[in-house]
């Protein structure tokens, strides 16, 4: 008798331990295909190149072919992003889909040349790269030039440019200066910027990325604060200044992208600083579209990079 209870008392353990060692087994599995699952979503950004009654294809930016169920009415050549939540979803076309810009604000062909320089102290070499670049929704085609020449190289520094800037910011918060003063700070700064100007000798294309962005960043800042004291005080001013708003913010996209590229510390300074600018500046999805007329890269990439740092992803 005793021997059978002590039987039945071990088959009892056995097959506890049996079915604990069943849950954590599938416990264990469960908590994979949960992690498989969360991997295994995909975002996607691309051109629609058809369309059928209830289905989109999108080319994506990396010249692939994404299928999306649909019964929007979307024209073809709209930038769209998608997402999936795994690829399963991504072969079934089971995504969310987002208009990002319409058909016909991605038909632009803009050309435009930029300039890189690099300054060798020892000798006074300047390397300057000059490239020219054409680009379509589709395709970009572009040609370098790499000359070189000898001139004196200032010796002011990247942060005494953006204290220079950081300060005329300063003086335009706290009514330290009038609206002329304001008005032709602002020139200066901008004229910096796009057109060749120069700060205590030093021109805004000799500057490190991080600092170009840093007094994009105050110019913007000034632009609100100025507006915000005179409204439209850019009205009686150059008509080269027109869109200028726009065409900061392109520059300063194009930088902050550019940066985040290359640098995950310098990244998450400029994304904090675009965390600020997007508050005190009002900065709006509509305003960044609009702002992307101007930008100097607009592969759809580029533009995919944006919306991830608008919308906080990145």
Do not use: H
Not at 214 to 222: A, N, R
């Amino acid at each position: 008798m005793k021997d059978k209870k002590i039987i039945i008392l071990i088959s009892i353990i056995f097959i506890t331990v049996l079915l604990l060692s069943l849950t954590v087994f599938l416990l264990i599995n469960d908590k994979k295909g949960e992690t498989v699952k969360k991997d295994d979503s995909l975002q996607v950004y691309g051109v629609v190149v058809e369309k059928g009654n209830n289905y989109l294809l999108v080319n994506s930016v990396d010249d692939k072919k994404y299928y999306v169920l649909n019964s929007e009415i979307i024209d073809l050549g709209t930038f769209v992003s998608i997402s999936y939540a795994s690829k399963k979803d991504a072969e079934k076309g089971n995504g969310f889909l987002e208009i990002l810009l319409n058909e016909e604000e991605t038909n632009i062909v803009d050309d435009f040349t930029d300039q890189d320089s690099t300054y060798l102290d020892e000798d006074e070499k300047v390397t300057t790269t000059t490239t020219s670049k054409t680009t379509t929704p589709m395709t970009t085609s572009t040609i370098s030039t790499i000359t070189t020449t000898y001139r004196y190289t200032n010796k002011v520094s990247d942060d005494e440019i953006v204290s220079y800037a950081s300060n005329y910011y300063s003086d335009v918060k706290s009514n330290k200066i009038n609206l002329d003063g304001a008005k032709e700070k602002f020139i200066l700064l901008v004229d910096f910027i796009f057109y060749d100007g120069e700060i205590k000798g030093k021109k805004f294309k000799e500057l490190t990325s991080s600092a170009k962005a840093k007094v994009i960043y105050y110019t913007l800042l000034i632009d609100a604060g100025i507006d915000s004291k005179w409204p439209n005080y850019k009205d009686n001013i150059n008509t080269k200044y027109n869109d200028i708003k726009s065409k900061l913010i392109a520059k300063y996209m194009d930088l902050t992208t550019s940066i985040c590229e290359s640098s995950k510390d310098n990244c998450a300074q400029a994304k904090s600083d675009f965390k600020l600018l997007k508050e005190s500046v009002s900065l709006t999805w509509n305003t960044l579209k609009n702002a992307f007329l101007y930008a100097f890269d607009k592969g759809k990439n580029s533009l995919a990079e944006w919306y991830q740092i608008f919308s906080g992803r990145a």
